[in-house]
């Protein structure tokens, strides 16, 4: 006879960010917070988003993307938001992207939504070598770019400039969004249910600089600990091949 189960797996969507801050205060011995201390440990844990988008850890904010190419316009924008400016860079659905973080893996692609649809990838490359480049306004398909990130935005400069007979293929592209800011505290987090323990080890490690240092060692120990194991979670396993090495002794 089978266990009785709850029969649902959503924990981490009903995880609510009040009861992060709760659980993360109860790990340094404070319990009840309110007021200032719901307002500081919210400012805490948009900082750990921000450390973990410095980390290069947030792999589940990978999207696919394009823009379509424009004769003679070799920049194009992905905006912060839309107060920021008008996106040129847009989403798989064909809408304006927002929140960049990065851009990688780009190819031309050619004859978009046909069967004779091809694509050519792009070197990404860095501020130094497109400063070497000697015209920069050379025209033609694009082989290279070079990603800009702005604190409003994120720009992918094209080498070289599309010309006429590029003009309405496409850049495909793989993009890092932003983590979405912790906000409301009755809302969940922007987080995979895999991370939610490093997030409250992490949370709680924070907190701790301010409320708790005596627990700070311990509490930072367990926090790198999860955090392992959450990236190891958070990769793409792929497959793996083994070739034997023949050898053919002298005879």
Not at 67 to 76: E, K, P, R, S
Not at 78 to 91: E, P, Q, V, Y
């Amino acid at each position: 006879m089978a266990n009785t189960t709850s029969g649902t797996t959503t924990f981490d969507k009903t995880f609510a960010i009040d009861d992060i801050v709760e659980e993360s205060f109860e790990r340094i011995g404070i319990r009840g917070v309110a007021g200032y201390q719901l307002k500081t440990a919210r400012r805490s844990l948009n900082l750990l988003f921000q450390e973990w988008a410095n980390r290069g850890i947030h792999l589940w904010q990978i999207a696919d993307g394009y823009l379509t190419l424009v004769a003679g316009t070799n920049t194009y924008n992905g905006f912060r938001s839309a107060t920021d400016g008008t996106s040129t860079l847009l989403d798989s659905a064909g809408a304006a992207a927002y929140g960049l973080d990065d851009i990688f893996e780009a190819s031309y692609r050619s004859n978009a939504g046909t069967t004779s649809q091809s694509d050519s990838p792009l070197t990404k490359i860095s501020r130094s070598t497109y400063s070497s480049l000697s015209n920069k306004l050379a025209t033609g398909q694009p082989s290279q770019y070079w990603v800009q990130r702005f604190i409003d935005r994120v720009s992918i400069t094209l080498y070289t400039t599309p010309s006429a007979s590029q003009a309405g293929d496409r850049i495909q592209f793989y993009y890092m969004n932003r983590i979405q800011d912790a906000g409301v505290y009755t809302n969940a987090t922007d987080i995979p249910y895999y991370y939610t323990p490093c997030m409250c080890a992490g949370l709680a490690y924070y907190l701790s600089l301010k409320y708790a240092p005596d627990r700070t060692q311990n509490l930072k120990l367990l926090y790198e600990d999860e955090l392992l194991r959450a990236e190891a979670a958070d990769g793409s396993e792929t497959s793996t091949f083994i070739t034997p090495k023949t050898y053919y002794p002298s005879i």
